[in-house]
């Protein structure tokens, strides 16, 4: 079938020869595209939107044959929720609780905890009654029904969310999985320990505890002290090792103290060299290894994590370690490996290699997923085959039988050898039965939920199968034959009744209506035509309407579009034919055209004639104007191919002006033809006329002359002024405070944003207005009096104001509207101790404001929130850097600066090593009226302010090259700065150093305004060469605010 367009145009091509009185049943008909061959199935890829009779393609595909029935739900088989038989129950992640996942299964596998935990004492499980949920309090208690439902539950995975929710733990902040399991084990050592039963108090130091001391030895006595101490897990570096062995031996390993680590001895009386090592006396029947793969980094200030690979045996034989107690068990079997996936501290996954106690098998433990090993072997095996950046790639070493290779092994869990006739009923725990009881009762919820799916799921599926008949049925009878009655369904509901997903509304045909109530002629490809019997029957089932049958075709809609095209063929003609009499030579008399007008007098003819006939267009999205031939608008040549008006709303309106004559702007009208002139009337009959002999409007000849007299005006009022106040134009001989001038006792003062405002007006009398006013008003308080002092403006609040000479001040007294004097006078006396000079101004300092002002002034500076300042970075050689990563915080206003012409900046110094004069230009380019603009705002009412009518002076911060802007908070501390500024320039906070005004920022945690960051300061970022260390940026990237670890949850008491 032709495409959509082709079949619009065929829909409408008679109407080149037909006129729209003699439009008959057979040209309706053809605008309708009722007679429109149909298509086959399989002829057409998708539907074809513009034939009404094509079926194909609309959702019939799906129905169409032999369904499978699931194809009817997406409810999936509640028994893949079910536990597999000879398998161990899985917990759900709750976000980030990977690590507390891990965890749970190696100490329920602990049968001697999880036995001794089943005995703990508890009242309310006991007591509960299996109608309502069972809700644990105590840790013990929620430990005891997790591990209940981990041995009995006949679900796939459960929900730790409980025990989770009693500790406290962000489940969205991954933890560090090493501290979590100490004091995890702490929480519960303390907790059994108030156990009544005296076999349960102390089980977690029977099974994971036991005691070595530190032995120091006097190197000068000889005399050696001992320091005993318990341990739950022995904590090994595994830097530069490449096995175990070596690990615990260093962990043994004698240690020098010497120098200012020197041991004070009791026997000597003195600090002498020592020597002191770790002496092991019992192990636990649990051994826990920490590996210490979470190293902190002291370059980087943060934790990184060691992806070096250590082997470690099946077999761990800890006797060679052990001092005294030859009796003691010394031969350990690997019990449980946790591994980390990934290469950084705060990322990755954690998961846990387990052997089943009873039975011998290696499971793996991820989260939901249980995975049992072959061969009864541990099998590490995709756990090692993390990828790492290219530079710290390193290849796995050859184990030997027996041993294990990990570079992502973070614990292991030994196990004391039993000897092989040990009791075997060791080894099998039962639950309790008042746990078996809260077990069964989710074990029936669970059953309950399976059952509720599975009605759920055929439910869907009787659905689905009595819809499959339904649309086998109806489908056969869409089409509508030839000569047989019809009537238009949207396309739309027939594609949502034909898809499953949606519940099938009425139909609704409403939108489709013209204003005259029927079937538009351009929603009929929107539309389908089906057959009357298949309409009776979805309108029977679905109800809904208006119904729209063959009677629905509208002959008012054709006959307007019919006008309309007619009239459009016309106009294109039309335009050729104008657009060649435009270029030719004017002669005889002629007529003004507005240049905008003759641009766009199609479009505006096209917009005119659709208005007239507005019902024939129907919402289709398209502009009004828009044609077919709106791209040859460069046959009018240069002056006519600008492009469309916008703002043009009526013919010729462009050379009226605002008195109603012609307009006096000559380059903005053309003399075109009466023929032209003629052609361009049947199409703008009310369009203004004006013909070539027409005057241009008096009105605006004389405002015109008058705006050129008020500009000689100007001229000549700046002239006068520039050269009565020559020196305070070209700034020259300005007299100074920290020097007072010779010959005069007195100086006057006048706002800076006076001076500026008339300078600018001398540079430039005809664009700027005239200063009438001096405001010195901007410089008092409300009370009249003055806001400055002496040493204030000695010390920088000059940039606020301007001085003048006595001779000065009589100029402006007379040129100007002066509503305050403001002078400063110089006191010159003789005392006893010398002379002494002294300075007043008048109207008087008022102290009151003045320290109000101050207040205001200083808190701002310390209490500021979303403030911009400016990161500059500078480089070895002192040049300013040219290339920097895009800025994250650029707000409109500082994209608008960069369009701003840049000042070329030749060089930077850095200000670490010494001060350079570009503070001075800033000051002088923006802090100044940045300034006077704070003190005007504090010191006078919005009344004021406005007196003045001028426009104050911009305080926006010219950025230069190699600079960003960050928004900042004063609370924010440097830390929280620096990652901004990783991300602005690629920096990362270990090799940033930072400075302002020469002094250097280094303490991470101050917050920037107790180190003095101001808003709009600049900070000088000199940048070390980067280490080639990926993992630990990686790592700098993860942290975004200073690391609370377990603060503030169960684990600590809270």
């Known amino acids: 079938m032709a495409p959509r367009i082709q079949l619009e145009k065929a829909a409408w091509r008679w109407v080149d020869t037909v006129k729209p009185e003699d439009i008959g049943r057979e040209h309706i008909e053809l605008a309708y595209r009722v007679k429109l061959p149909a298509c086959k199935r399989g002829a057409c890829r998708r539907n074809c939107k513009g034939n009404p009779n094509c079926l194909v393609g609309i959702g019939e595909q799906a129905w169409l044959g032999e369904i499978d029935e699931n194809a009817f739900h997406n409810i999936d088989d509640p028994n893949s929720e079910r536990r597999d038989k000879n398998t ?67 679900r796939k995975y459960i929900d730790p969310s409980g025990l989770v929710k009693a500790l406290g733990l962000d489940t969205g902040q991954q933890q560090d999985a090493q501290e979590f399991s100490k004091l995890f084990l702490s929480l519960l050592e303390d907790t059994l320990s108030k156990q009544k039963n005296p076999n349960l108090q102390n089980v977690i130091q029977q099974q994971f505890c036991g005691q070595f001391s530190y032995v120091t030895m006097c190197n000068q006595c000889g005399r050696s002290s001992a320091l005993p101490s318990r341990f739950y897990e022995l904590e090994l570096n595994i830097q530069g090792h490449k096995n175990l062995t070596e690990c615990v031996t260093e962990f043994l390993k004698e240690e020098k103290l010497d120098g200012e680590n020197r041991y004070f001895c009791e026997s000597c009386q003195s600090k002498q060299s020592a020597t002191r090592r770790i002496r092991l006396h019992s ?138 006739n040990s009791d075997p009923s060791r080894t099998n725990i039962e639950v309790p039965a008042f746990l078996q009881r809260l077990v069964d009762r989710d074990n029936h919820k669970f059953e309950e939920w399976c059952s509720e799916m599975a009605d759920m799921r055929k439910q869907s599926v009787d659905k689905g199968k009595a819809k499959h008949e339904e649309v086998k049925e109806l489908y056969e009878l869409l089409p509508a034959r030839d000569g047989e009655e019809y009537e238009f369904i949207p396309l739309e509901w ?114 005119q004639l659709e208005e007239d006939e507005h019902e024939t267009k129907h919402s289709n999205g398209q502009t009004n104007g828009q044609g077919p031939h709106s791209a040859n608008s460069k046959e009018f040549g240069p002056e006519l191919s600008e492009g469309t008006e916008d703002e043009m709303k009526t013919f010729n309106e462009d050379i009226v002006c605002c008195h109603g004559g012609l307009s006096i702007l000559e380059t903005e009208r053309k003399l075109v033809s009466s023929e032209v002139w003629t052609k361009l ?88 207005s005239p200063v009438s006013n001096v405001g010195n008003t901007l410089l008092l308080c409300p009370h009249g009096g003055f806001m400055f002092t002496y040493d ?29 004097q403001i002078s400063i006078h110089c006191l010159k006396q003789t005392t006893p101790n010398g002379p002494t000079t002294q300075y007043t101004t008048q109207p008087d300092l008022c102290w009151d404001c003045r320290e109000s002002f101050l207040f205001q002034q200083q808190r701002d500076l310390r209490e500021y929130t979303q403030a911009t300042i400016y990161i500059r970075k500078v480089i070895e050689d002192k040049r300013m850097i040219k290339e920097a990563a895009p800025e994250l915080n650029a707000s409109s206003s500082e994209a608008e600066e960069e369009k701003e012409e840049h000042p070329k900046v030749e060089g930077e110094r850095d200000p670490d090593f010494s001060q350079s004069q570009d503070s001075a230009k800033r000051l002088k380019l923006s802090d100044s009226s940045a300034a006077a603009a704070a003190a005007a705002a504090a010191a006078v009412p919005v009344t004021s302010m406005t007196k003045l009518g001028g426009i104050r002076r911009s305080t926006r911060h010219r950025k230069q090259r190699g600079e960003k802007a960050l928004i900042v908070s004063a609370n924010q501390t440097l830390k929280e700065l620096k990652i901004q500024i990783m991300h602005a320039f690629s920096v990362a906070p270990f090799d940033q150093n930072l400075s302002i005004d020469g002094k250097s920022l280094t303490d ?38 200073p690391e609370e670890g377990f603060k503030g949850t169960g684990l600590l008491g809270h």
């Open 494 to 607: 027939l594609k949502k009744w034909l898809d499953d997903s949606t519940a099938t509304k009425e139909i609704d045909s409403s939108l489709f209506l013209c204003s005259h109530g029927k079937l538009h002629p351009d929603k009929v490809g929107e539309s389908k035509r089906v057959s009357l019997q298949a309409a009776q029957l979805l309108y029977d089932r679905y109800g809904g309407g208006p119904r729209l049958d063959g009677s629905s075709l509208c002959r008012e809609c054709v006959g307007q579009r019919c006008r309309v095209l007619r009239l459009k063929n016309q106009l294109n003609e039309d335009y050729k034919e104008i657009s060649n009499l435009v270029k030719r030579m004017l002669s005889g008399e002629g007529y003004w055209v507005g240049k905008a007008s003759l641009r766009s007098w199609r479009q505006l003819a096209l917009e």
């Open 88 to 154: 161990f129950v899985g917990l759900t992640n709750l976000g980030a609780t990977c690590y507390v996942n891990t965890f749970l299964q190696v100490w329920f596998h602990n049968l001697e905890l999880r036995g001794s935990l089943y005995e703990c004492h508890n009242s309310r499980a006991q007591e509960h009654n299996t109608e309502s949920d069972y809700e644990p309090q105590s840790i013990c208690e929620h430990l005891q029904y997790l591990f209940a439902l981990l041995q009995n539950s006949n």
């Open 283 to 420: 192990l636990p029947p649990t051994l826990n290894l920490q590996l210490m793969r979470f190293v902190f980094d002291r370059q980087t200030g943060h934790k990184k994590k060691l992806n070096t690979f250590i082997s470690f045996p099946e077999q761990l034989d800890m006797g060679p370690f052990l001092e005294g107690k030859e009796d003691q068990k010394c031969v350990y079997e690997l019990n449980a490996v946790l591994i980390h996936r990934g290469i950084s501290a705060y990322s990755g996954h954690y998961i846990a290699h387990v052997k089943d106690a009873r039975t011998g098998d290696w499971y793996k433990f991820n989260d939901e997923e249980i995975e049992k090993m072959e061969g009864k072997k541990l099998q590490l095996g995709t756990e090692e085959d993390i990828a790492e950046t290219v530079k710290s790639q390193t290849r796995k070493p050859k184990c030997s039988k027996g041993y294990h290779c990990s570079r992502n092994a973070y614990m292991l869990v030994y196990k004391v050898q039993e000897e092989e």
């Open 792 to 820: 204030s403006l000695i010390s920088g609040d000059a940039q606020h104001i301007a001085l003048l000479w006595p001779n000065e001040w009589e100029v402006i007294s007379r040129l100007f509207i002066v509503d305050q």
């Open 681 to 768: 009337r049947e199409y703008f009959p009310k369009a203004p006329e004006f013909t070539q002999n027409q005057e241009a409007c008096q009105q605006c000849l004389t405002l015109e002359q008058e705006e050129k007299d008020n500009e000689a005006v100007s001229k000549m009022m700046a002239l006068d002024q520039k050269n009565q106040l020559l020196n305070l134009f070209n700034e020259k001989n300005r007299p100074t405070l920290t020097k007072w001038p010779q010959g005069t006792d007195v100086l006057y003062i006048v706002p800076l944003f006076f001076v500026d405002e008339w300078r600018k007006f001398i540079r430039r009398p005809t664009k700027s």
């Open 1004 to 1041: 991470d945690s101050a917050t920037l305004g107790s180190l003095g960051v101001i808003p709009e300061c600049i900070i000088f970022l000199k940048a070390d060469e980067p280490i080639a260390d990926y993992a630990a940026m990686d790592d700098v990237y993860q942290v975004r605010m």
